[in-house]
Structure formats: structure tokens, C-alpha cells
């Protein structure tokens, strides 16, 4: 095996996308938690609270979603969600 044959199967077993991860957590998400904010300030100021409360709901559900998506911590709430089932 050459030196340049080595030096690139040394990068590909040293591929992550935490560099991704860390970009899209710390860019993409308060950009979308930002747009939302937007939209319900502007829909709550046309005087449609009703709108804004349904809209609300189901941003909260959406970020206890992202919030378990971003923290790793999946598995232990599946664990808590189907103790409460089970007993």
C-alpha cells in the first residue's frame, strides 16, 4: 500500500458529521425557532388568537420532538413512555 492509498483510508475511517451536527444545532435550528416566533406574532397580531393557540400546540409537540432528536436522549424516553403503559 502506498503512502497516499493509506493517508485516504485513514481519513474515511475518520469520517464523523459532528462538525454538521454542531453547525446545524448552533444555525439552522434558532433560524426555524426564530421564523416561527415570526409567523405567530404576526398571525396573533391580525387579532386571530384562536389561530395562534392551535399553531402553538403543535409547535410545542414539535420541539419536545427536536429537543429528544438534538439531546440523544430517545431511547430513555421510549423506556419512560412505555413504563407509563406498561406499569
Same mark, same amino acid.
Given at each position: 500500500?502506498? &503512502?497516499?492509498?493509506?493517508?485516504?483510508?485513514?481519513? &474515511?475511517?475518520?469520517?464523523?458529521?459532528?462538525? $454538521?451536527?454542531?453547525?446545524?444545532?448552533?444555525?439552522?435550528?434558532?433560524?426555524? $425557532?426564530?421564523? @416561527? +416566533? @415570526? @409567523?405567530?406574532?404576526?398571525?396573533?397580531?391580525?387579532?386571530?388568537? =384562536?389561530?395562534? =393557540?392551535?399553531?402553538?400546540?403543535?409547535?410545542?409537540?414539535?420541539?419536545? +420532538?427536536? #429537543?429528544? =432528536?438534538?439531546?440523544?436522549?430517545?431511547?430513555?424516553?421510549? +423506556?419512560?413512555? +412505555?413504563? $407509563?403503559?406498561? #406499569?
Amino acid at each position: 500500500m502506498t &503512502a497516499p492509498e493509506s493517508l485516504s483510508l485513514w481519513y &474515511a475511517q475518520n469520517l464523523t458529521t459532528n462538525g $454538521l451536527q454542531g453547525w446545524i444545532q448552533s444555525n439552522i435550528v434558532p433560524l426555524i $425557532l426564530l421564523g @416561527i +416566533a @415570526i @409567523i405567530l406574532l404576526w398571525i396573533g397580531g391580525r387579532g386571530d388568537n =384562536a389561530g395562534v =393557540a392551535r399553531r402553538s400546540v403543535g409547535l410545542l409537540v414539535g420541539l419536545v +420532538a427536536l #429537543g429528544v =432528536a438534538v439531546s440523544g436522549t430517545g431511547p430513555e424516553v421510549g +423506556a419512560f413512555l +412505555a413504563s $407509563l403503559i406498561t #406499569g
